[in-house]
């Protein structure tokens, strides 16, 4: 029960998390958090495996075979929980990467357990390094545009032979547009507003029209008249 709480609180917090990125406006956001959100996942599953392969290698030891937990006394110095856990993880992430870890398989259950993991790791490493590429490489076409515009700018400004004064007035004029252009977000630069139906269409518009004609009194009265009316005028009336 304790596990099943767990696991509701986690999807409580992925929609927590979800409605907090829809304020953010920001792409620069939202693809670090998609890069924080792999690396998250690649952990857990990291945590997984280190408690499974010291849960295995525990059971062995119990029953009297030969497990990592109980050679070379890999626990003589330190043996707390704590410390048990943090070698099961260095083990786990080994396996994900090319260092190496002095504890190793010393049954066939673990072997079979470490054979299955670095198949399972392959696949996984593999697609999170195209992931976290992938997010990289986003982030650099983001500004890469404006950057060559930037630079096309001054290198027009100085062949021209105008003055620094005047030069920097025109970057931080460029650059103060740039902000407000991209903070702005019209209709024609979103193209899924094409996939929605005409009653979803005309839902948001009048949401979008309403705190603007609610200012005027007449407005405010005749919106509480008729509904059907009002909808017009949101939709139809106002462009």
Same mark, same amino acid.
């Given at each position: 029960?304790?596990?099943?709480?767990?696991?509701?609180?986690?999807?409580? !917090?992925? @929609?927590?998390?979800?409605?907090?990125? %829809? *304020?953010?406006?920001?792409?620069? +956001?939202?693809?670090? &958090?998609?890069? $924080?959100?792999?690396?998250?996942?690649?952990?857990?599953?990291?945590?997984?495996?280190?408690?499974?392969?010291?849960?295995?290698?525990?059971?062995?030891?119990?029953?009297?075979?030969?497990?990592?937990?109980?050679?070379?006394?890999?626990?003589?110095?330190?043996?707390?929980?704590?410390?048990?856990?943090?070698?099961?993880?260095?083990?786990?992430?080994?396996?994900?990467?090319?260092?190496? !870890?002095? @504890?190793?398989?010393?049954?066939?259950? %673990? *072997?079979?357990?470490?054979?299955? +993991?670095?198949?399972? &790791?392959?696949? $996984?490493?593999?697609?999170?390094?195209?992931?976290?590429?992938?997010?990289?490489?986003?982030?650099?076409?983001?500004?890469?545009?404006?950057?060559?515009?930037?630079?096309?700018?001054?290198?027009?400004?100085?062949?021209?032979?105008?003055?620094?004064?005047?030069?920097?007035?025109?970057?931080?004029?460029?650059?103060?547009?740039?902000?407000?252009?991209?903070?702005?977000?019209?209709?024609?630069?979103?193209?899924?507003?094409?996939?929605?139906?005409?009653?979803?269409?005309?839902?948001?518009?009048?949401?979008?029209?309403?705190?603007?004609?609610?200012?005027?009194?007449?407005?405010?009265?005749?919106?509480?008249?008729?509904?059907?009316?009002?909808?017009?005028?949101?939709?139809?009336?106002?462009?």
């Amino acid at each position: 029960v304790t596990r099943v709480i767990r696991l509701l609180r986690l999807m409580k !917090m992925q @929609v927590l998390l979800d409605k907090l990125l %829809e *304020r953010v406006d920001s792409e620069h +956001v939202h693809i670090a &958090a998609d890069m $924080v959100k792999g690396m998250c996942l690649v952990f857990a599953l990291n945590h997984l495996l280190a408690c499974a392969w010291h849960g295995l290698s525990t059971m062995a030891r119990d029953t009297g075979g030969t497990a990592w937990v109980s050679s070379r006394g890999h626990f003589d110095v330190d043996n707390s929980l704590a410390y048990r856990y943090l070698t099961s993880l260095h083990w786990s992430i080994t396996q994900f990467t090319p260092a190496s !870890m002095e @504890v190793f398989p010393c049954n066939r259950a %673990e *072997r079979a357990f470490a054979v299955c +993991v670095l198949l399972f &790791a392959l696949l $996984v490493l593999s697609s999170f390094l195209s992931s976290i590429t992938a997010s990289v490489t986003q982030l650099r076409q983001l500004n890469w545009k404006h950057h060559r515009q930037v630079i096309a700018l001054r290198k027009y400004l100085r062949r021209r032979g105008i003055s620094s004064t005047l030069s920097l007035r025109i970057m931080s004029y460029v650059e103060w547009k740039r902000h407000n252009e991209r903070n702005e977000v019209r209709d024609a630069d979103v193209l899924l507003l094409n996939a929605l139906s005409d009653q979803l269409r005309a839902e948001m518009t009048r949401e979008i029209c309403e705190p603007t004609l609610y200012q005027h009194p007449f407005l405010r009265v005749y919106s509480e008249l008729s509904c059907i009316a009002w909808g017009r005028l949101c939709t139809q009336a106002v462009r």
